[in-house]
């Protein structure tokens, strides 16, 4: 009798918009995925489930099992349900369908940590979507001016001057890493960082305490998904080497590759982001490198619409879920 071979095992880790783009290109592969996504956002709805409910941030995780549900049957329908953001209501008005579903199971069922495990059934998801930690806990970052912003949606949408660089970041108080995310990158064959913000999407994992610890030792290759654009109140003028740099002072030289976008952005797109100070991250990786670069066609052509009732500013043009899939499965 023939011997199966496992499926290899690939572990995102990030949040919102990137992590949602990887996980959609992948899921036609036969992989097994993961998604660790952080758990520290503190913008729009978000705040909301934080104050208002006492529960932790839930936005990462619903764009996950979105990306991840099953595409067949009524599964469209239960997609654009859970993304489904209420246009009117004072009360409602900017929240989603798929947070409120959320909150309502966590109350019924007692546990948060349950209700996400049972969202991702009613999704029937390909793999599994994991907090990176359920510390409830907060984003700070200290500028080289010597100020301190205490909440992610700050630093997201800056009201100070965005050209100054974030000299330190860390979470208040400590985080304690979900044993589960541990498991995952230990037993993962490739792990994908990014794309994703910086500093609120992809680092706030790398924060938690035995994540970093995690990625050094972990015997999967480490892949890291350089952004197309620059973020104003984040990475202003960074290049792709900044990036890096930055990475590396969580965990070290472990980056195994490095994947760039080689072509030009719409534009309109550029037009639109010049006003926000934002420009596409410079290929600035010159000579021998520790990690492999790969330079592709990787970015999408299609500028996003964004709902009305959202009030966080969004990215206008993503990575291309298909293309970058494609470029990630050529690494297994």
Known sequence: MAKTTAPKRIVCIGGGTGTFVVLRGLKSYPFHLSAIVTMSDSGGSNKRLRDEFGLLPTSDIRQAFVALSHENGGGGLLRKLFMYRFQKGRGIRGMTFGNLFMAALSDILGSQEEAIRQTGKVLRIHGTVIPVSFTDTNLYATYE??????????????VHDGRLRITKAYLKPEARANGDAIKAIESADLVVLGPGDLYTSVIPNLLVSGMG???KRTKAKIVYVVNLMTKYGQTYNFGASDHI????????????YVILNKTAIPKRALEVYAKAHEQPVADDIMGKTAYRVIREDVAGSVLIEQAKSDTLVRSLIRHDSEKLAAVLATLL
């Open 245 to 256: 740099r930055v990475l590396e002072t969580f965990i070290g030289p472990s980056i195994d």
């Open 145 to 158: 001016d010597g100020h301190t912003v205490s909440e992610e949606h700050l630093i997201d949408e800056p």
């Open 213 to 215: 610890a995690a990625l």
